[in-house]
């Protein structure tokens, strides 16, 4: 078995291919075990688990994943890092490789109408985009997700109400998920080395079974208008979105929401309560 987390056999590994990394992919590959088994242990992987992963790069966290998981499929973009994991996972039947965008294959790993866990070392720079996607409203939430984010985006994803942190994707993944962080990494443990430290999250699903799909997809039409002018009072920045006045003023009431609060101010619960009441 290659062991790519050693620096040492990348090296070896990238001269045999011609490979140099990408800085438009955002390629920054963690090569410390005791890192990469924290991953695969805070996804709480059996054999009876399909696994897709994000952004396998070299494949050292393919190979850990294979051997805790029934089948794992690794999604990669950059078509030069293909022969790289078909040679590193050679000899592990229980994985497939696709060359692909994630954000395109989604729709392939919906229709197999198969839940999955999700794993990845997401690119920062679009970090956020591939965590929205798998919460949108109609998208499948996968099983269990955990995914190494720069920090920020981390204490975005688990900011409070009320933060500077708190936004958006904050009430989109808080309502689908629990988040909780697993880990800080430093940013030493990578290669190249990044310039911002990262952190291990895991999202957990919950129960929305009592919630109604529409009011949900009400209430993120809520959430967008209401910090797309996050510095107006919730009432004004929901009625320059187009929302009718006086259904408007009745839903606050209704939901006991106070209309000078901001948008910030508000839990995700909350932002669903009013949804219901629109």
Known sequence: MI???????????????????????????????????KVVQGAEISRDDH???????????????????GHVTAIEIDGKLIPILQKVTEGLPNVTIVNEDFLKYQNVIASEAKKSKIVGNLPYY?????????????????????FMTQKEVAERLMSPPGKKAYGAISVLVQYYAEVELLSIVSREVFTP?????????????RD??????ETADRMFKLV????????????NSLAASGFQAEALAAALEKAGIDPVRRAETLSPREFYTLASFL
């Open 208 to 213: 929305l079974s009592e919630d109604d799909p």
């Open 126 to 146: 679009i970090t956020t985009p591939i965590i929205a996607s798998l919460y949108e409203t109609g998208a499948q939430p996968p099983e269990l997700a955990v």
């Open 224 to 235: 967008r208008a209401g910090f797309d002018m996050r510095r107006k009072t919730l009432k």
């Open 3 to 37: 062991e790519t987390w050693k620096r040492s056999e990348l090296e070896k590994l990238m001269r045999a291919h011609g490979f140099r990394y990408s800085k438009a992919w955002g390629q920054n590959f963690l090569i410390d075990k005791n890192i990469l088994e």
């Open 193 to 205: 080395r990044p310039n911002v430290d990262s952190a291990i999250i895991r999202l957990r699903p």
């Open 51 to 69: 696994v897709v992963e994000i952004g396998p790069g070299f494949g050292a966290l393919t190979v850990l994943l294979a051997q805790a998981a």
